[in-house]
């Protein structure tokens, strides 16, 4: 299988990398010219794109070929970046390609997702400072995926919870709507969260999900997790 990376430079980019490499997955990484040297370690073995990654041309070389496309949806200043992003994608993947997008929880697909306070707070913090200096777009990263629900493409939008780095833990847990209590730990290991993206490309029950998803071994998991 020959993958694309899109924000392969980044923490949870370059442990998609090793996850796909891992899995014997030809590479193609997409990152800043300014952030090539993050992605030394993989010298040798992956293919690098270098430029924006909301470059529609950068983009469309980058996936020629690809059976899959895993893209990290920044919301990075106020040029449409997450949405120019994901519109690149939808329009120069390969038919028929699994492209699996992330971002975080306060994205909703069906308005149903019931979130802590905790969320609606911080939210409220960003977005007020954002309007003294516009360094993130939540509402540009709202309407990307409001694009890729609306596509016809064989997409998932992976929700990740509060993310912290240590040892893999295993496979995250998911449910549908923030607010499940299973959900209720709120906290991913970056790696697994890198893991479950990957995983995703090989797991067609996840097309046209938007799952969100938390550690397997925290408490809330432990607990309401349904075991086979």
Request: proline share 5%; net charge positive.
């Amino acid at each position: 299988m020959k993958v694309c990376i899109i924000g392969a430079s980044g923490k949870l980019g370059k442990y998609m990398v090793q996850h796909a490499l891992d899995q014997g997955y030809e590479v193609v990484g997409v990152c800043r010219e300014r952030s090539l040297d993050k992605l030394d370690a993989f010298k040798g073995r992956i293919t690098i794109i270098p430029g924006a990654t909301n470059d529609r041309a950068v983009i469309k070389q980058a996936v020629d070929g690809c059976d899959g496309v895993l893209t990290v949806l920044v919301p990075w200043g106020n040029q449409h970046y997450s949405s120019g992003t994901a519109q690149a994608v939808l329009d120069f993947a390969p038919p028929g390609a699994r492209l699996i997008f992330s971002c975080g929880w306060h994205i909703t697909r069906d308005g149903k997702d019931v979130y802590p306070r905790s969320l609606k707070r911080e939210e409220k913090i960003i977005r007020w400072l954002t309007r003294i200096i516009p360094f993130v777009d939540l509402d540009d990263q709202v309407e990307a995926c409001r694009r890729i629900f609306a596509s016809n493409t064989r997409w998932t939008v992976v929700r990740g919870s509060d993310l912290e780095e240590g040892e893999t833990q295993g496979l995250p847990v998911w449910s549908r709507h923030v607010g499940d209590p299973i959900l209720a730990s709120n906290k991913t290991r970056r790696v697994d969260y890198a893991l479950f993206i990957v995983e995703a490309l090989r797991n067609d029950a996840l097309i046209h999900e938007a799952p969100a998803i938390v550690g397997c071994r925290t408490p809330s998991a432990l607990t309401y997790a349904v075991v086979p």
